[in-house]
């Protein structure tokens, strides 16, 4: 019902014969315009967090992955989903235990060191494969040993390694 008022006298303000000249402060915002039904108790509890510091938000993270069971994961363990842990009514049948070794997906592409007159084309391969501008490939080269790329395939680090040690440059795979 309200609402409904608001509009009529909206209108009747428009459809009057003088002009109606609204200022800035009159227009209703946007956040005022768009009232949605929330819980009170949550509404309290968003009031509460964002008037917490950066400390006591990371040590409510912390509390609250140790309550619910919530592993910490790493940015890398995105791309291995983790193996499920059998269900406690479910038996387990004993197999003898075998190494099982898996091959390792991701790599890691380091730059280690250069022969020195390998510079200017190691860093105009550097500049090429980050996107950088020349002055930080420079001084990310100058910088060695450091990390070119992460998270790469097989094949992407063994091409990279490869035409870098074409290059001059010492390449480790990690």
Known sequence: MALASRCCARLVATRSSSPVV??????PRRWNSTVTATDPKITAIVDQISGLTLLQTAE???????????????????AAAPTAAPGAGTPVAEEPEEEVVQEKTMFNVKLS???ASAKPKIIKEVKSLLGLSLVDSKKFV??????????????????????LQDLGAKIELE
């Open 60 to 78: 409510l993270v912390s509390s609250l992955k140790t309550r619910l069971n919530i592993p910490d994961m790493a940015l890398q363990s995105f």
């Open 142 to 163: 100058e910088s060695a040993p450091k990390i070119l790329k992460e998270g790469l395939s097989k094949e992407e680090a063994e091409k990279i390694q490869k035409t």
């Open 113 to 115: 060191s250069f022969e």
């Open 22 to 27: 609204r200022s800035a402060a009159a227009l």
